[in-house]
């Protein structure tokens, strides 16, 4: 196996840093597809090399995940982009102050709804079985029109956790379609490897989660995938490395070799030749337990999206290190924040948005990777021609209140803004 | 907000932990205990019953859920999780080994919680030990059968008396630096294979 780090010129990292002894850094991570980096890191040989020992600890919730790190048992995690932002924000149980200075992947996301509820789109909305993402959420739009016109029970639609991409991601294809979630749906958080059991005995009508679990149930038959996270916008961070501010402070060094080390990782993760030794250790029990057929499909993004054996391949489902994927650009953290505005979680004020853009650290990632390319790190989102929103919509992080009043399908407590904090 | 009793919700997917939680708060005082088992339906539940503490074990993965729920119910106030005091780090260190976690409503007095956190903590320790216990006698079990079987195809092979049989399997086993059940278990297995 090519482990590819040779031709890579560490120049960041000054021979002074790499003296010292091997340092044990602990990190907790969910079972899901996009760990792979800080695994790669750990299996592959990648954290050993810049002198670290990566102490990987499988966890259950976020909220476990959260904590855990909050109160030192963690120093570093695998973490939903949203959590560091809700963290700095004071959102949230136990909010702790959290940076993320390393972004782990793009992709890995779908929307799969009940083969159930995809037979009535398709009657409803005379869907091909080949269709985008808009279209399904119309049909979707059309089926609830129907179902409150009769008065059945409201579709109810898994998501992860309530500041998760898939939460967001969620509520905006509901909402490009018309739809809105907290009326005409019902949002309910199941843990991801029990979402296609949830579908399956009817206890939801549909979910957005990460990798394996859509490509799971559609291949037990019960769902058909709908949306996938790049349908709704490219470039969207997935997960993140979340750490303790001061935990970064006091511990430089380390910050800086991981950092080095995941970057690493995370490019010999993109390259397609690596991905079956890749899915093999990410299928053990001790990470994903999964099989590993459908990981290694997972990581091509060749889908079977309906139990008819309808196949699209999405380029890109997953993207570890390519178009600067792992860097941290606050204007992201921003347009996370926009939709916690949008959704009523959070009031709008000009203290808030610093808060929120403070939670991504490209400082750190440039310093410790020696990174001299210009980013934009307050520019606008969703303008680029490969990189739009599904509704068309471009997001200026200088005017967020106006974009969030722009929606047409909103939270109505979003609506009163407030700058006094 | 002020109770002569709190109440507390038990929330664990394992019924012996959570009658063992019960148990154990009842007798330090606590007689509004309320134990569930099931998550679903369980918005309703909190609504209905207004806990004051929440208990959760940390291994259940519907602790997101409640997080959740915690963002949508406004009844309940702020719950905000808690292992006892943050500046307590002693206190966090035993909540989270032994594998609780509580969400407690606002305005509460710490030392009434930390009281109840302390007796489930305790009572999930003890059920670990229990369970420890029971796991090892299980085991223990497992291994005279294994023994006793792999004595019986010795004497049967080489028609030794029992003596001579347990002796050469302890004899091998102290060759070879293994456990006696180890020894006896190839016998078992080998046997199964070629007879």
């Keep these: 196996m090519t482990t590819g780090i040779s031709d890579r010129k560490k120049m960041a990292a000054p021979a002074s840093m790499r003296s010292a002894g091997s340092r044990i850094v602990r990190a907790g991570f969910i079972p899901l597809v996009d760990a792979s980096v800080l695994i790669a890191a750990s299996e592959f040989g990648f954290a050993k090399r810049e002198g670290i020992t990566l102490d990987l600890a499988k966890d259950t919730s976020w909220a476990n995940v959260r904590d855990r790190l909050a109160f030192r048992m963690f120093d570093v995690a695998h973490m939903l982009s949203p959590m560091p932002v809700a963290s700095m924000l004071g959102l949230g149980s136990n909010p702790s102050p959290t940076i993320a200075p390393f972004a782990l992947n793009r992709g890995g996301n779908a929307i799969t709804v009940s083969t159930r509820l995809y037979q009535r789109m398709q009657e409803t909305g005379g869907l091909s079985g080949d269709d985008g993402a808009l279209a399904n959420a119309h049909a979707l739009a059309g089926v609830i029109a129907e179902m409150k016109a009769k008065g059945e029970p409201l579709p109810r639609f898994g998501v992860t956790y309530p500041f998760s991409s898939h939460n967001y991601e969620f509520r905006y294809w509901l909402a490009a379609g018309g739809i809105d979630p907290d009326t005409d749906t019902r949002l309910v958080v199941v843990p991801p490897p029990m979402t296609s059991d949830a579908l399956a005995a009817g206890a939801i009508d549909g979910f957005c989660v990460g990798a394996p679990w859509n490509m799971v149930a559609s291949e037990r038959g019960v769902g058909r995938i709908v949306a996938a996270k790049q349908d709704l916008w490219p470039s969207a961070p997935e997960k993140v490395v979340g750490m303790r501010p001061d935990w970064a402070e006091s511990n430089p060094e380390t910050v800086s070799r991981l950092i080095v080390a995941l970057d690493a990782a995370a490019s010999w993760c993109d390259r397609p030749e690596n991905r079956d030794a890749l899915s093999e250790v990410l299928a053990d029990q001790r990470y994903v337990g999964a099989p590993v057929d459908i990981i290694r499909r997972v990581l091509t993004g060749e889908f079977t999206i309906d139990p008819q054996g309808h196949q699209r391949i999405i380029e890109d489902y997953f993207v570890f290190h390519a178009e600067q994927a792992n860097y941290p650009k606050p204007s992201q953290a921003l347009w996370i924040y926009s939709q916690m505005v949008r959704w009523g979680q959070i009031a709008p004020s000009k203290a808030a948005e610093k808060l929120a853009a403070s939670a991504y650290r490209p400082d750190l990632y440039r310093t410790a990777l020696g990174f001299k390319d210009a980013v934009d790190d307050f520019g606008a989102e969703g303008v680029a021609e490969n990189d739009r929103f599904i509704d068309g919509f471009a997001f200026d992080p200088a005017s967020i209140e106006t974009y969030v009043e722009r929606f047409p399908v909103r939270s109505r407590a979003a609506s009163s803004a407030s700058d006094e904090t | ?195």
């Excluded at chain 2, 539940?45 to 806990?51: A, G, M, S, T, V």
């Design chain 2, 1 to 195: 907000m002020l109770r002569d009793t709190l109440t507390v919700l038990v929330i664990d997917e394992n019924r012996i932990r959570a009658s063992i939680i019960e148990a154990g708060l009842r007798e330090a005082g606590h007689d509004r205990v309320i134990l569930v088992h099931d998550v679903n339906g369980i918005a309703r539940k909190i609504e209905d019953l207004q806990p004051d503490v929440i208990v959760i074990d940390l291994e259940n993965p519907n602790r997101d859920m409640l997080e959740h729920l915690f963002q949508l119910t406004r009844t309940l106030g702020r719950p905000i999780a808690m292992f006892v005091d943050r500046a307590d780090a002693s206190s966090i260190q035993s909540a989270i080994e032994a594998g609780v976690s509580a969400y407690i409503v606002d305005g509460l007095k710490k030392e009434r919680v930390k009281h109840i956190l302390d007796v489930a903590v305790s009572r999930f320790n003890a059920f670990s030990k229990l369970q420890r216990e029971l796991a090892d006698a299980k085991s223990a079990l497992e291994e005279r059968k294994v023994v006793e079987r792999a004595k019986g195809i010795l004497m049967k092979m080489r028609n030794i008396p029992e003596e001579e049989a347990f002796a050469l399997l302890r004899q091998t086993a102290m060759n070879e630096k293994k456990k006696l059940a180890d020894i006896a278990q190839s016998i078992v297995t080998a046997a199964n294979l070629l007879m």
